[in-house]
């Protein structure tokens, strides 16, 4: 028996469980210039963060390499969600996969209103990135206070009809605690996990090697605590029948079936596409096979078979 690899996630029907995920992929039409680029290979492509207004994002140096992993510290460089909407969207709609919005912003304000311009755009979904510092309320991020991260998603509930991916941070003490507050106020899914608060140092200057001193730490480092965080969302999740799209290192179809079995609908690459553009096929070849192997007719027949 073929399976099929195409999965629907709160109403979103997509070609298969892989997604490129935020700031890996740009806007998607710089992988029009890569060699042997298969857009049919993702379901969906999460465009870079945008916020309102253009930004210029963080003083240089804004990536480091760690061991099994990377830093960054980009800041949400964008042209800002009206240039998305006007001058990107019309060139890249067409290609054969979905776009998924990726917004951010200072204020609840802010969210709602990048999430209206979105609204009016061929997007498949927003997903709205929780882990910006808000300067309003005086520097807690969005994504580790649940009253704080709840507001939000109400605002751009209101704001558009698009089904609502809420982007979890893992730097919180109970991410349960932040899943339960955005999934009872109005989010249609759920991405588990950003990526974790860490810093390099150089030790022949002394001084941090970010220009922005902090910065998310991405990559196979963050596999097993990611795993872990989607396995716990996975347990709020499920009673409201909420996907999750599992995230944090995903190098291979064997990472992608992990997270599957801890509880992810589908699944997202973005650190592994800097050194491998083209490993969105090799993960649905691979994920093609595992399924074929264990006469299963669609991928969600893995999400949260976990045997404990
Ligand atoms: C260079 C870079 C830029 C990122 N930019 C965004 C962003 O704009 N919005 C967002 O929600 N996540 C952003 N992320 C987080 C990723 O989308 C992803 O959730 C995280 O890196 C974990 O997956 P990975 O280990 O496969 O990279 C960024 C990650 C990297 C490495």
């Avoid at 892989?18 to 042997?36: H, K, M, P, V």
């Avoid at 709840?150 to 605690?177: E, M, Y």
Wanted: hydrophobic share 45%; charged share 15%.
């Amino acid at each position: 028996m073929e399976p099929t690899l195409q999965v629907t996630l709160a109403g979103m029907t997509l070609a298969n469980p892989l997604l490129l995920l935020s700031g890996c992929a740009g806007f998607g039409e710089e992988l029009t210039r890569i060699d042997g680029f298969d857009f049919t290979s993702v379901g969906a492509i999460c465009l870079k963060g945008t916020t309102l207004n253009p930004k210029e994002g963080n003083p240089p140096p804004r990536v480091a390499e760690t061991p099994a992993g990377m830093l960054n510290a980009i800041g949400l460089q964008n042209p800002g969600a009206r240039h998305v909407v006007d001058a990107i969207l019309p060139r890249i709609h067409n290609l054969p996969t979905r776009f998924i919005a990726n917004i951010a912003g200072s204020t609840v304000e802010e969210y709602a209103e990048v999430a209206r311009i979105f609204d009016n755009s061929p997007v498949a979904a927003i997903e709205i990135n929780i882990s910006c510092p808000n300067v309003k309320e005086g520097g807690v991020a969005f994504g580790s206070d649940a009253i704080m991260a709840a507001r939000v998603v109400q605002a751009v509930r209101q704001a558009t009809s698009k089904p609502l991916i809420t982007k979890l941070s893992p730097n919180v003490t109970d991410i349960r605690i932040i899943a339960r507050a955005v999934i009872d106020s109005g989010t249609n899914m759920l991405s588990a996990v950003n990526t974790y608060m860490g810093m390099a140092v150089d030790w022949h200057s002394g001084e941090p090697i970010l220009g922005n001193v902090q910065g998310g730490l991405s990559g196979p480092a963050i596999k097993p605590a990611a795993l872990l965080q989607v396995w716990r969302v996975h347990e709020v999740a499920a009673p409201h029948a909420i996907p999750i799209i599992g995230q944090g290192g995903i190098a291979s179809a064997r990472d992608a079936v992990e997270f599957m079995l801890v509880g992810a609908s589908a699944v997202g690459v973005g650190t592994a596409l800097f050194h491998k553009p083209l490993i969105a096929g090799e993960i649905i070849a691979g994920l093609k096979d595992y399924l074929v192997t264990r006469g299963l007719d669609n991928p969600s027949r893995l999400t949260g078979r976990l045997k404990t």
